[in-house]
């Protein structure tokens, strides 16, 4: 009875895809253009920034947000993947993933907000989300490769589909979840929508949405590999090489320098949202003792006034 029943969703979808190539070839050319020159820009940039130098930028970075221990596993795992020869590789991937994870949390960030702001929107939003994180990886690569072919753009573009959801959720999540009695005092002392959002409710929730932003660039990484079935180049590529010659050796050294990227970007980013808290960061160690200052001026002004106060009580009760 059902033998012939058959829904050809697929092919609505395909003609759909072609509808909207046709229709919006032009926004689809200028967001290739854009995406290319920024993807291939930094990826230039990183590639021809001389080893040591950026490798001694990195560790920095590490030191100054999260730890000295950080700036010398970073040193050292860098070294391993020039080492392996996948440096240049690592840097073509990691120029992805920036753009990737900058394009994506300047979309979901806003959206996130909206989100918290309107409870309609974030019905609508919310089953959206469900659909984008529960679609195999790959099948983001049927509409990337079908609007702008093959290269660093479609895998950018995939990349930004898959790591969106995670940005958009914690950022909703961590303003829903700032304590709504400050939200009303800032209200009470006649603040307005956009100050409280700025003053109160950012402020409050940056913990949460850095820890978003975190899962972001921890998903678009893990696309990288993916994406090098598209085309892009960098340590995707390699790993996808490796897998159609049954390279062990390249399979491993590629997948090794993708782990390097991800450890020092998610220590990286994990510390950003309160540096304060980490001893062994820069950050950490100035605000300490810009606290240990500001509360040694504090207790010694406040001695220098119950001074002035008890010479002031004197000659009264001497005067008595």
């Known amino acids: 009875m059902l033998e012939n029943f058959r829904i050809p969703l697929g092919d609505w979808a395909d003609l759909a895809l072609d509808w909207f190539k046709d229709v919006f070839g032009w926004l689809l050319d200028i967001i290739n253009v854009v995406t290319g020159f920024l993807v291939e820009g930094l990826a230039e940039a990183l590639v021809a920034t001389p080893t040591l130098v950026l490798i001694a930028v990195l560790a920095l970075i590490g030191w100054i947000i999260r730890s000295w221990q950080l700036a010398v596993g970073t040193v050292v795992t860098m070294l391993l993947v020039v080492g392996m020869n996948q440096w240049e590789n690592a840097m073509l991937t990691l120029a992805l993933v920036l753009i990737a994870t900058v394009i994506a949390i300047v979309i979901a960030v806003p959206l996130g907000i ?31 490769v079908t609007f702008f072919s093959v290269g660093f753009v479609p895998g950018v573009f995939a990349t930004i589909l898959f790591s969106l959801p995670p940005g958009v959720r914690m950022t909703e999540l961590g303003i829903r979840g700032v304590d709504s009695e400050t939200v009303e005092a800032g209200q009470a002392f006649g603040a307005a929508p956009g ?8 402020p409050l929730a940056t913990p949460t949405i850095m820890a978003g932003i975190n899962q972001v660039i921890m998903l678009a990484l893990s696309m990288a590999v993916v994406a090098g079935m598209a085309g892009a180049n960098g340590l995707g590529k390699e790993v996808v090489a490796a897998i159609s010659t049954l390279n062990i050796p390249l399979g491993v050294e590629a997948g090794l320098s993708v782990v390097v990227l991800a450890v020092f970007l998610d220590r990286v980013t994990a510390a950003l949202g309160n540096p304060a808290e980490y001893r062994g960061s820069l950050l950490g160690t100035l605000s300490r003792r810009q606290t240990a200052v500001r509360d040694a001026r504090a207790d010694a002004e406040a001695a220098a006034a119950a001074a002035e106060l008890s010479e002031a009580k004197g000659p009264r009760r001497a005067g008595f």
Request: charged residues 15%; glycine residues 2%; positive net charge.
């Open 195 to 202: 100050q409280v959002l700025r003053g109160i409710q950012l």
């Open 114 to 144: 909206l989100a918290a702001r309107n409870d309609t929107f974030s019905a609508i939003v919310k089953p959206v989300l469900d659909f984008m994180q529960t679609m195999p990886a790959f099948v983001y690569l049927i509409p990337a």
